[in-house]
């Protein structure tokens, strides 16, 4: 099996590093914040000192890296991967970022000879950790062929969805559902609950009804009801990255993104709260807080 270098090992980035060390993947890992490393190395990960070691070392490396500044900084700057990167090694990006910045690094990439996909993935931390991650893959499709053993360790749902920067596409698309849901469950049941409803009646009549969703049934049942809003896990800033990638994308392509925009701006309003490293859930807090109200379980 080929080695492989991985790049970033935040709350997303460590269990699916971990999970390549499962399957038997020889692993190099990296990480600014050193202390991340330990417990790879720990399960047998070999470390590296840098983006550029990682790439000389692996024939395929894969980044993991909160947003856009910090994918050009790690492949493009100073022993940064571009740098240490071989003829046919592939960078496979699955962090949350910008198509357009996706685009230029391939570009780059391939002035050297080297190839890019961009695999960002949806469903978060659980998934990360149980390896059942859904993930939306752009680039060549001879690349996705060949790295797919690859992507299949960490993720059980993998969707080729065309050129270098589709996968973010998809994926900025996925979270624009998912933030405009979030915000919309928010207001509705913050009225629910004002005007007399308890909330564990309320969620369980909502569930047969025709509002049910995949929002309600996972942030709102895990963590709204439950009133856990952790830290590390994809916090409000994450959400309100991934909603500024949408309005740009919209604004350049000129395709008026209102209900995005709305989300975004209850996002900056619960930052504004002191939520922003809270598990974006928490975005219905500011509301709740207004209303008076608590959406929470009494089981
Ligand atoms: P995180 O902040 O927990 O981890 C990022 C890691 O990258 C950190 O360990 C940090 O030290 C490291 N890092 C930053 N710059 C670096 C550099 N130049 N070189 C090496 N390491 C560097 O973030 P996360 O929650 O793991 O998210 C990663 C990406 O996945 C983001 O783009 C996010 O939007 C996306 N995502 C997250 C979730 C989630 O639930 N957390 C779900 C889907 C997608």
Known sequence: MQNIGFIGLGAM???????LIKKGFPLTVFDIVAERMAPLKAEGAGTAASCKEAAEKCPVVITMLPASAHVREAVLGKRGVAEGIGKGSVLIDMSTIDPITTREIAEFLE???AEMLDAPVARGVPAAVAGTLVIYVGGKREVFDRTRP????MGTDIYHVGDIGNGEVVK???NIM??????????ALVLGVKAGVKPDILFEALSSGSGNSFVLQNHYKNSVLKGKFEEGVFPVDYMLKDLDLALSTGTKLR???QFAALSAQQYIAAGAAGESKKYHPAVIRPLEKLAGVEVRSEA
Request: proline share 7%; hydrophobic share 55%; glycine share 10%.
């Open 150 to 153: 690859i992507l299949a360790a």
């Open 111 to 113: 002035k050297k000879g």
């Open 172 to 174: 900025i698309v996925n």
């Open 13 to 19: 980035g460590g269990p699916m590093a971990r999970n």
């Open 178 to 187: 998912v933030a405009v849901t979030t915000c919309a469950l928010a207001e």
């Open 255 to 257: 395709i008026p993104l």
